[in-house]
Antibody, heavy 119, light 106 residues
Framework: EVQLVESGGGLIQPGGSLRLSCAAS????????MSWVRQAPGKGLEWVSI???????YYADSVKGRFTISRDNSKNTLYLQMNSLRAEDTAVYYC?????????????WGRGTLVTVSS | EIVMTQSPATLSVSPGERATLSCRASQSVSSNLAWYQRKPGQAPRLLIY???TRATGIPARFGGSGSGTEFTLTISSLQSEDVAVYYC????????FGQGTRLEIK
């Protein structure tokens, strides 16, 4: 079955770090473009980051310099390393597959993992 | 940043009736627009991309139209399983999403 399963969310204090994982099955992450999208409580969806199959990466201004997207091809897993976390980073984080390098829409999503940044 | 505005916020439609959801962009996004469906506890699902192309496995009752700044998602005959929140997304200039329309059964 083709699917994405996120993990690694939880409660973290402001200024802390957390690494999210997204395990893929039914396809390989290294030959696809992959992305993270988040949704804060009561807010809309917000794109966070993308990694191309060729390893180029892009970030939303709100997370640039604090978050890092990466993947482990041997584990077929996508990651999001989140540092210097802020209260406004509290959200459900989704990983998603981007089927086209030029057109950034998402054809497969996971169910998400909740990150809560609070003291 | 391109702002996407969806209307209405909540839509109630009787089973078998047509549901029409709107999405407006603050500037032209050409046809670079997608629609998603999200049900509680489930992963979002791609319905439409390129403003009007149905994604793989999407029933024919879902249709997308529009270009530039005005877009519409139409569900021709509402089924109970279509109860969900629907989001539009532009990918013409980076990525932004609308706030969503909650679709309910009347």
């Amino acid at each position: 079955e083709v699917q994405l399963v996120e993990s690694g969310g939880g409660l973290i204090q402001p200024g802390g770090s957390l690494r999210l994982s997204c395990a893929a099955s039914g396809f390989t992450v290294n030959s696809n473009h992959m992305s993270w999208v988040r949704q804060a409580p009561g807010k809309g969806l917000e794109w966070v980051s993308i990694i191309y199959s060729g390893d180029s990466t892009y970030y939303a201004d709100s997370v640039k310099g604090r978050f890092t997207i990466s993947r482990d091809n041997s584990k077929n897993t996508l990651y999001l390393q989140m540092n210097s976390l802020r209260a406004e980073d509290t959200a459900v984080y989704y990983c998603a597959r981007v089927p086209d390098r030029t057109y950034w829409y998402f054809d497969l999503w996971g169910r998400g993992t909740l990150v809560t940044v609070s003291s | 940043e391109i702002v996407m505005t969806q209307s209405p916020a909540t839509l109630s439609v009787s089973p078998g009736e047509r549901a029409t959801l709107s999405c407006r962009a603050s500037q032209s996004v050409s046809s670079n627009l997608a629609w998603y469906q999200r049900k509680p506890g489930q992963a979002p699902r791609l319905l439409i991309y390129g403003a009007s192309t149905r994604a793989t496995g999407i029933p024919a009752r879902f249709g997308g139209s529009g270009s530039g700044t005005e877009f519409t998602l139409t569900i021709s005959s509402l089924q109970s399983e279509d109860v969900a929140v629907y989001y539009c997304q532009q990918y013409n200039n980076w990525i932004t999403f609308g706030q969503g329309t909650r679709l309910e059964i009347k």
